[in-house]
């Protein structure tokens, strides 16, 4: 005697067919989300599909809708930075957060020179992705125009340097450098110089800007001694403040465009003998883990992080569902938040 047999294949769509008692096109029509299925055909599919523990088929689903479930986050930087910058780690977080309700897969793609930007459009070319998130933009990038000639569904994490046809999602970078700068002529400085970030991306351009503008607002000359370029890292940021002490060495206040900057601003200014924020006050940018962990604790300013990346899913899948006309942009607030640094 026998005992009763164990499946061992995976039920097909064949038989979740004739148990739901409608054609396999019928089948695949619900299990597609089309909508031509009516109330009642959608329902005995679906418990057909249920008592079978019917899964779909990936590959099969995917010849039929044209889609791979699948979305790129490309960034331009060197793994090292990728790796160790938190902000970036952040925006990863974020965005998976975004995908955990959904079945989409999040890949990232590194993209730090010419070469490398060739290699990631041309997989995203191939059809592997549904839908692009672009980060960390440098002008020189590349990019940009190869995804939207190719009417790739696209997403700029920031916005762009020119007025580019693309969709895009930002933090007010000059409000925030703006409210960074103002904080610290309003707590009686009037030496403030700044570490800007680099100069071909949108974020240090804006941040200089707002930092500008609180000057002027203020009455305040611009002075070029106090204004030296950083790249987003920590040793740039002490190398930078280095040179700020050399040019300026009666500065009393420094906005850093981003918090590991900042980080290596405080070092360089301690092996100076500078206190902070007695002798100097310092205002970083990202309210970065980091900037809790630093002595001192960093006032710097915040973007809503979880917001941004929130939005930025929202406004590709719209692309990548064709739910949208024309091209969406978001910017998102920031607020400083006050420690003991200024």
């Known amino acids: 005697m026998t005992g009763p047999s164990t499946r061992v294949s995976s039920p097909t769509l064949d038989e979740v067919a004739v148990l739901a008692g409608v054609s396999r096109a019928t089948v695949s029509r619900v299990v597609n989300d089309s909508p031509r299925v009516s109330p009642e055909a959608r329902e005995a599919v679906m418990a057909a599909v249920a008592a079978l523990s019917y899964v779909p088929n990936r590959m099969a689903r ?38 955990a309700s959904t079945d989409i897969n999040l890949v990232l793609l590194t993209a730090r020179d010419g070469r490398e930007q060739e290699k990631a459009g041309r997989f995203v070319r191939q059809g592997h992705v549904d839908g692009v998130i672009l980060m960390s933009l440098h002008s020189h990038d590349v990019l940009p ?26 933090a007010d970078n000059a409000g925030g450098a703006r409210l960074a700068t103002e904080h610290l002529l309003a707590e009686g400085r009037r030496t403030v110089a700044t570490i800007s970030g680099p100069r071909d991306m949108v974020a240090g351009l804006d941040r200089l800007t707002g930092y500008r503008d609180a000057l002027a607002h203020a009455g305040l000359a611009p002075d070029p001694r106090l204004v030296v370029e950083g790249d987003f890292t920590e040793a740039g940021g002490a190398r930078a403040m280095e040179e700020l002490l050399a040019r300026a060495p ?6 850093v465009a981003s918090d590991p900057m900042a980080v290596g601003a405080l070092r360089a200014l301690r092996a100076a003998g500078r206190s902070v924020p007695g002798d100097v006050a310092v205002v970083g940018f990202d309210d970065a ?54």
């Open 250 to 255: 009666e500065l009393d206040g420094v906005f």
């Open 145 to 170: 125009d190869e995804l939207i000639s190719a009417g790739m569904p696209l997403v700029l994490c920031g916005r762009p340097l020119d007025d580019r046809p693309v969709a895009w999602v930002d």
């Open 289 to 342: 883990p980091v900037a809790l962990r630093s002595d001192p604790p960093l006032t710097t300013v915040t973007q809503p992080l979880e917001e941004m990346t929130q939005v930025m899913i929202e406004l590709l899948l719209a692309q990548v569902d064709r739910t949208t006309d024309g091209v969406q942009t978001r910017v998102c607030p920031t607020r400083l938040v006050r420690r003991a640094s200024a």
């Open 62 to 99: 995917s010849l039929v809708t044209r889609r791979t479930d699948t979305i790129a986050l490309v960034l331009s930087e060197p793994d090292a930075r990728i790796f160790s910058d938190p902000f970036f780690a952040s925006i990863v977080r974020g965005l998976n957060s975004a995908l």
